[in-house]
């Protein structure tokens, strides 16, 4: 009972954010502009305008150092060869399993507050003191999904943003792009 009742919010949601993009788009191409919005407690530069404060998840996509788990192997005092260490056969395994999760993949996986203003995208992980900035400038590929967005940057990792707002941001990005 409880998962159809979240799924239908999710939908519900869903839907309300696919309207919003589609008016917004209309809005747009009929001359329109983009309605500033007040949001507290983010530091913007002189004359940056906020349009957008939503909440969503967000997510890097990167690469770390493989750290290999310590060898579960043992010495032997073999009576030709001497004295040798024998490996532990799981140690190949574990050696790919940390290969693997060193691979370049989506991590950090956390809510944030997303703010879009007329330099760029501004993200707060939830717990994080520190706004991180995604200027529009640096923007080199914007990728959209039914409800995520990835932005490429040529500067960082890039950045994947889910929620409700997504296709609204979409609509709002690609215009700030087009006007900048």
Known sequence: ????????????ARAEGEQAASALAVHLQSGGQLVPVEAA???????????????C?????????????????YWENH??????WVPNPHDARRRREAEAAAEPQW??????????????????????????????????DLT????????????????LVSGPAV???VVAIEHLRQTN
Not at 1 to 12: D, F, G, I
Not at 79 to 84: I, N, S, V, Y
């Open 167 to 169: 296709p609204w941001l």
């Open 144 to 159: 959209a999904g039914p409800s995520e967005l990835v932005l490429s940057y040529s500067v960082c990792a890039p950045l």
């Open 57 to 73: 998840s967000a997510a890097r996509f990167y690469g770390t150092d493989v750290v290999y788990p310590r060898s579960a192997g």
């Open 1 to 12: 009972m409880w998962r159809r009742r979240q799924h239908r919010t999710v939908e519900t």
């Open 107 to 140: 991590r950090d996986h956390t809510p944030a507050r997303l703010v879009l203003t007329s330099t760029g995208v501004r993200l707060k992980p939830t717990g994080s003191p520190t706004w991180m900035p995604f200027d529009h400038c640096l923007l080199t």
């Open 41 to 55: 407690d983010v530091p913007l530069a002189d004359g940056e305008t906020v349009f957008a404060d939503v909440w």
């Open 79 to 84: 009576p030709t060869f001497g004295r040798q």
